[in-house]
């Protein structure tokens, strides 16, 4: 059996719990799947990690923390305000899914791969967990995603929707590189990150699509015109023919 803790390969010994026979137990089973990112994995991973200095890797929290758990929650912890406060539910209830959502089933996806991180001794290691798929990317590719797709349709210049779209790839790539170059990930945590949240928030995007069309926008009573009065029909008495002058 080769060994599923070669660089080459990917464990998921989660499988061996559902690959079972009544009465048979497989528990020294794993499955080991190729990787075939294992040489550009190790090589950004080996080569980020001997060009590290202070200055690289302060420059590189700064930039990670635009994917952190804990900036998430305050810009979402801001739109849910805003969301409430202008009785957006349907636009509540889709960015609670598809951001927290998203990253709980990342979380599960990390629990069930459980690969190791690249590095995890270092004056520069603030991280811990798994590592497939990257927790900072997953959670920039939904957050800054949903925001974009929630002012797209705001939007009417092209070139500005362009802008928007450079804008947000531009923030994901950075966390992305940002935690490739710390040594928290492999290269293809980062680019698996990024698919499972771009596919969840086609997902989201999909499934809340029928809902937005039978979804009406609050009534707001102060701004509906007053009830103009009545009008009752006066009538209108026809003018009486006045005589002509005499003629003399």
């Known amino acids: ?3 599923c803790n070669r660089p080459g390969f990917l464990a998921f010994d989660w499988l061996a719990i559902l690959v079972t026979v009544p009465g048979y137990f497989v528990t020294n089973s794993p499955l080991a799947i190729a990787n075939p990112f294992a040489g ?3 090589g950004a991973a080996n080569w980020f990690h001997a060009h590290l200095t202070h200055t690289f890797v302060a420059v590189l929290r700064a930039i990670t923390e635009f994917g952190s758990s804990e900036w998430i929650a305050v810009v ?3 739109a849910v305000l805003l969301f409430v406060f202008k009785r957006r539910w349907l636009s509540l209830a889709t960015l609670i899914v598809a951001v927290p959502g998203g990253m709980l089933l ?3 996806v990390k629990v069930l791969v459980q690969r190791h991180r690249p590095f995890v001794d270092g004056w520069f290691v603030d991280w811990s967990g798994y590592s497939f798929a990257s927790g900072h990317t997953i959670g920039a ?3 800054y995603g949903q925001i974009a797709l929630f002012v797209f349709p705001l939007i009417k210049v092209r070139r500005n929707r362009v802008f928007l779209f450079s804008a947000t790839t531009f923030v994901v790539v950075m966390v992305g590189f940002s935690r490739i170059a710390l040594g928290a990930h492999y290269v293809s945590d980062v680019l698996a990150g990024m698919f499972f949240g771009i596919t969840w928030l086609t997902i989201c995007l999909f499934a809340a ?3 937005r069309r039978i979804a009406l926008p609050p009534v707001v009573e102060s701004v509906l015109p007053e009830a103009m009065p009545e009008l009752v029909p006066v009538p209108v008495q026809a003018d009486s023919k006045v005589a002509p002058p005499a003629s003399f």
């Open 40 to 42: 550009v994995d190790h």
């Open 106 to 108: 990342n979380e599960l």
């Open 1 to 3: 059996m080769q060994d």
């Open 209 to 211: 699509r029928p809902l």
């Open 76 to 78: 979402l912890s801001i």
């Open 141 to 143: 590719t939904l957050l």
